[in-house]
């Protein structure tokens, strides 16, 4: 459980960075640019979307990497990712498999049954 863990908190983390990247250079683009009615216009909180850009997919990677020695700690950390993508993104098309692999490997890491090492 704490191998599936671990791939399934990388996978969804290396997901997680390129909706991160597209948010974060949408926000920058609208901002050089201006917004285009109808079409593009800014976000309503860009400092939320830049954050969770940033820091949501890195707690992703970092609890699928700790989940075979930390495996409570790795659990927890893909689950506030998972948190942070679904309150900053939202859940659509680009942003669901990121959400789920966060969520299901954060739970397989919780439930792992062999204590963490000392």
Not at 38 to 56: C, F
Not at 68 to 84: D, E, F, Q, T
Not at 85 to 96: E, S
Request: with cysteine; charged share 10%; net charge negative.
């Amino acid at each position: 459980m704490r191998n599936a863990a671990l791939v399934l908190g990388v996978l969804g983390g290396l997901l997680g960075m390129i909706v991160g990247f597209f948010t974060y250079g949408y926000t920058e683009f609208i901002d050089w640019y201006g917004t285009i009615p109808e079409i593009a216009e800014q976000v309503d909180n860009v400092g939320l979307i830049r954050a969770t850009a940033l820091l949501a997919p890195l707690l992703a990677l970092a609890g699928g990497a700790m989940a075979r020695s930390k495996a409570m700690a790795g659990g927890i950390l893909m689950l506030l990712a998972a948190v942070g993508m679904y309150n900053g993104f939202g859940y659509g098309l680009f942003t669901m498999f990121p959400i789920a692999l966060c969520v299901v490997g954060g739970v397989l890491a919780l439930v792992a049954t062999q204590p963490d090492e000392a």
